[in-house]
């Protein structure tokens, strides 16, 4: 390569890599080069963390239950610079529920999963920035089932306000159950195929299973089969609550019967512990109740959600670091020792609030103080410790191989700068460009942006009641003073009455808000 053609090259790099101020240099010294524009490039990585600061300030008053400094510190993250915005809305939305503003989580959910929406599409300047940087390069968009729990927030909040798009957020969520079920066969399908044909090269199409739903696998003619149980993954959990929301809400209409009790057998798919719920012990839902009767759903969102946290994927470092040393003993040049761990995301267990069997709801009629009519437990619907594991493990060697190709594309940077800058083995140049090189990776970290204030668990627990005015009663008996709550709740004929209630730590917090039939919220007096 040419003397000229090196320039070229080094122009190009500060133009498309340095901030203005850096790449309006056009002259410094030939030694120092390289090491500055490597160490430029590593500057430009470390962003802002000052709106992580009062992220995690807002959450720790959120815990404690306090709404209006939780508020104020995640305003400030918002209107800080490099946040990230989109993530940040969504545990607002969390927020505005809890201060009984349902109206405005709705507008707020649905505005940020139409644009995680968009930033989910692939972008090929991101992808190619995040090879230069590390993984937070790439918009937010939610981890796969945060997607799935902002249509379940939106269905909640629609349910608590005026319940217009409550039956469209159904069917959206019906939709993804159905589609997701049939992934799931189809994998199934195509394994049975795949193991009868390795077994019967000669007759491969024998045997063959064909797959129906929720996850069953049913017999052809063929007399070798059986029916095989395809159990649902926790990664797929949230799709229990979705099939439960839609059970829910599409329950007051009586042509909707066929779809009420395909949701209902689609809950005992995605959770089978939940199933004792759902099996019509403790009452139906709207139209399927007894006549002059309705369904009271009390939903409490327990704890918080584990927050992610960076791993270093000590093997996968310790393989680079041999392969860059071969290189280096038998190449041209030589490459930066991989010294900094590769850098993964995985998730770390928050406080999971109350035990299950710690919160308890009795209903009590108006009339008959301190008379128990009906009292019922609460049964673990999700579970987001459960999931966000196996978010993980579903995920995790895509995350190393992404990482991996980072690496490979960062020291094969280094590589090229030093042969268009023609720098020799051995060299204090050439010492230089490497100790950037390895500044360079020790600066990436792991993509630990999530949700915070999702909770922890979703309990749920229901009842049929006639129509009437009834006093729900909520508890919870656990270490230190039992705190409970009292709410006046109106059940309608063939209707259903939604109570959530948001317990972040060990005591309710915010409003206990009323939708369905009745709308009301009630602040929680401490």
Not at 216 to 228: F, G, H, K, N, Q
């Amino acid at each position: 390569m040419m003397q000229g053609d090196s320039g070229n090259v080094r122009l190009t790099f500060q133009r498309c890599f340095l901030p203005r101020r850096i790449a309006g240099i056009t002259a410094f010294p030939s030694l120092t080069a390289p090491v500055i524009l490597l160490l430029a490039v590593a500057s430009t990585i470390a962003g802002c963390s000052g709106w992580q600061k009062t992220h995690e300030a807002a959450l720790t008053a959120w815990s404690a239950g306090d709404l209006e400094t939780s508020t104020s510190k995640l305003d400030a993250s918002q209107s800080s610079m490099r946040a990230e915005k989109e993530m940040l809305e969504l545990d607002q939305g969390v927020l505005q529920l809890a201060a009984g503003e349902p109206a405005q989580a709705e507008t707020r959910f649905r505005r940020v999963r139409d644009e995680l929406e968009h930033l989910a599409q692939k972008d090929v300047t991101e992808t190619a920035t995040s090879m230069m940087t590390d993984s937070r390069a790439v918009a937010y968009s939610g981890r796969d089932f945060e997607r799935q729990m902002l249509l379940n927030m939106l269905m909640i909040s629609s349910v608590l306000n005026d319940g217009q798009d409550a039956f469209a957020y159904s069917l959206q969520a019906s939709e993804k159950s159905i589609a997701r079920q049939e992934a799931i066969a189809s994998s199934a399908k195509k394994s049975k195929e795949e193991a009868v044909a390795e077994a019967k090269p000669a007759d491969s199409t024998s045997g063959i299973a064909r797959v129906s739903f929720p996850g069953t696998v049913e017999p052809t003619d063929a007399a070798d089969t059986r029916i095989v149980e395809i159990p649902a993954a926790p990664l797929d959990q949230p799709l229990a609550l979705s099939s439960y929301l839609t059970a829910m809400v599409q329950s007051e209409s009586s042509s909707r019967s066929g779809e009420v009790e395909a949701a209902l057998q689609e809950v005992k798919y995605w959770n089978p512990k939940f199933e004792q719920l759902v099996n019509g012990a403790r009452g139906e839902m709207g139209v399927r109740c007894q006549r002059g009767n309705g369904t009271l759903h009390v939903i409490a969102l327990v704890g918080q959600a584990p927050r992610w946290v960076s791993e270093s994927a000590e093997p996968t470092s310790a393989a680079l670091l041999i392969a860059d040393r071969i290189i280096s003993a038998t190449g041209k040049h030589t490459l930066p020792p991989t010294l900094a761990a590769v850098k993964i995301s995985k998730p770390e267990r928050c406080f999971q609030g109350v035990p299950v069997s710690a919160i308890r709801c009795s209903v009590q009629a108006p009339d008959q103080p301190g008379t128990t009519i009906a009292q019922t437990n609460f049964s673990t619907l999700v579970d987001l410790n459960e999931v966000a594991e196996a978010s993980y493990r579903e995920h995790r060697d895509e995350e190393i191989a992404a990482a991996i190709t980072r690496r490979v594309m960062k020291k094969g940077t280094v590589y090229v700068l030093k042969e268009s800058q023609r720098i020799h083995n051995n060299t204090w140049v050439d010492l230089g460009v490497n100790a950037a090189g390895v500044v360079w990776e020790a600066m990436e970290k792991a993509d630990t942006r999530s949700w915070r204030t999702l909770p922890a668990r979703v309990d749920v627990s229901r009842c049929e009641l006639p129509k009437g005015h009834w006093n729900i009663q909520l508890s919870l008996a656990h270490y230190g003073s039992p705190q409970t709550v009292t709410i006046p709740a109106y059940v309608d004929d063939g209707r259903n009455t939604c109570v959530v209630c948001l317990i972040p730590d060990r005591s309710f917090a915010g409003h206990i808000l009323v939708g369905g039939a009745d709308r009301a919220k009630i602040p929680v007096k401490p």
